[in-house]
């Protein structure tokens, strides 16, 4: 690797992209963080000493590689039950709540699954019998607005829609067909308390939660001899215009800005905003944390998560539009009614965010088009912060692995240099 590593965006990509650069031996290493503090979107505001977050991110329980990675350098994490369910109406238009499954039930035999026709949301819906494939789609239309053709497939996985469970199927041949059949292994799941599996038993928070991850994190890359540069925007034309061949900048950060600058027009977002409302809990006798799917196409609520923070109970409603308030506390007791009665107490804070998770078509090309004149421009010296993935471990294998070619291109860009 050339021997100055400069990480723009100070969110886990770039924290992680900094230890691992460490760890393939590059001693000059640089953060630029436009914000007051590390973190990016899981840095939630505090209020009354509680920590508002804007949705439920998990880490991995035992053997996850970023909680590996995090806890070697000095970060402590909880590990706790993994309590999560989901609602879906049935076929005669009642109630369903599946317990630790955060996909659809739907009411509907196993049929034969296809592989998609091409890379969209739509064919990958159209790779399910014809009623699974019309309630995936009227969710998706509720969810995000738009026509599932226009949305990449891989856009299943931030929905909560990859696998489906279909809650008329004999389960043995259910069973049978995933074992034996990679597209119904791909499409379909079985409950975890019907299934037997263990996976996702167990998830890990941040001891003292994000803020005092991230503040923590913040100190042992400061021990580590990394430079962190807080209140830094980093201008993506300065970047362009910098030819420093001992540099290799990781663009940990969104890629919007980038599009301009390197000559192509920027796709727009599939969505604009998603609503957050936190609400204080006064009492819940379920367990904690936890989260709930809404997968009825009805009401604004796609997601509540129940967690503790700073002494108080708190959840979070994850809205597609506004909410209204009036309606938003029997919504959220509905979702969580399977897991636990709830008090609520009074909103404490709200919040509107634009979310770079569920890609169209458009922007997925548009990331290969960026991609590729940025290594016109730059060769393996530019790393992209694994803007396509939506998981934290698939962003952290694809970084590490253009860090690691990056480390073995150098000799030769030096050789051809001298
Ligand atoms: C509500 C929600 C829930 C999620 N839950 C999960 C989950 O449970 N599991 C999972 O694996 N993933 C989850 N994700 C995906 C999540 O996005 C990633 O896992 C991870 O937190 C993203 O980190 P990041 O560093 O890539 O991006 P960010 O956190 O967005 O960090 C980018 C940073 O770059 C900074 N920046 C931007 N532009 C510039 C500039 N020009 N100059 C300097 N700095 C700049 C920003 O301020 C920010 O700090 C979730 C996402 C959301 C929104």
Known sequence: MSSRVRIVGGGLTGILAAFEAHRLGSRDITIQERFEALGGVARPKIIHGAEMRDGCV????????????????????????????????????????????????????????????????????????????????????????????????????????????????????????????????????????????????????????????????????????????LNCLVPPRQLMAQDDPEETIVWAANPTPLFKPMGLSTPSLVKKSFFTYVYAV????????????????????????????????????????????KTLPTELRTLLSGFGALKLGPVVHSDAQPRWIYHSRAAIDGLAALRGKLTERFGGQFIPGAWEPYAKSAKLAEVNAALAMARQATPARVAKAG
């Open 58 to 229: 998990y880490f991995g329980g035992a053997g996850d590689a970023i909680v590996e990675t995090l806890t070697a350098h000095g970060a402590r994490f909880e590990t706790f039950d993994n309590r999560f369910g989901s609602l879906s109406t049935g076929a005669d238009g009642k109630r369903v709540f599946t317990w630790d499954f955060g996909g659809p039930a739907i009411d509907a035999p196993a049929g034969k699954v296809g592989r998609p026709a091409d890379d969209s949301l739509a064919a990958r819906l159209a790779a399910y019998p014809p009623q699974i494939a019309a309630t995936l789609e009227s969710y998706v239309r509720w969810h995000l607005e738009t026509d599932p053709a226009l949305i990449h497939g891989e856009a299943a996985i931030p929905l909560a829609i990859n696998r489906v469970f279909p809650a008329a199927a004999d389960l043995a041949a259910l069973a049978s067909a995933k074992a034996n059949d990679p597209w119904a292994d791909e499409l379909y799941a079985i409950p975890r308390g019907l299934s037997g599996r263990t996976a996702n038993v167990t998830a890990a928070l941040p001891a003292g939660g994000f803020a005092k991850l991230f503040d923590g994190l913040h100190g042992a890359l400061t021990r580590l001899g990394v430079k962190v540069e």
């Open 282 to 325: 006064e009492a819940f006798d379920g367990p904690c944390p936890v989260y709930v799917q809404n997968f009825t196409a009805q009401g604004a609520t796609f997601r509540a998560y129940l967690y503790e923070s700073g002494g108080q109970t708190l959840v979070v409603a994850e809205c597609v539009r506004e909410a209204d308030l």
